[in-house]
């Protein structure tokens, strides 16, 4: 079985296709960013025993982790 021509053989149907209008591009995507002090869900692994010190405490161990962290940030730019 023949394939079908890629260009079109009419003089009609070619000059229909030169001015076929085209498709629009599409917009690159764009990374947003979250809001300042947001919390962001994550996943992080962490060692055993550092999970077990800030969970020994009960719930509100997520909040004792971040404000660790925060904390060695605060450091740092210091």
């Known amino acids: 079985m023949a394939s079908p021509p890629r260009r ?5 149907e070619a ?3 030169l ?3 085209m498709k629009k591009p599409a917009a690159p995507a764009q990374e947003r960013r979250a809001l300042p002090e947001v919390k962001e869900l994550v996943s992080i692994k962490l060692d055993s025993a550092v999970l077990e010190h800030f969970q020994k405490d009960g719930a509100g161990w997520q909040d004792r982790i971040n404000d660790a962290l925060r ?3 605060a450091a740092e730019s210091e």
Do not use: G, R
């Open 8 to 12: 079109p053989v009419n003089p009609m």
């Open 15 to 17: 000059a229909e296709a």
């Open 71 to 73: 904390a060695v940030v």
């Open 19 to 21: 001015f076929k209008p």
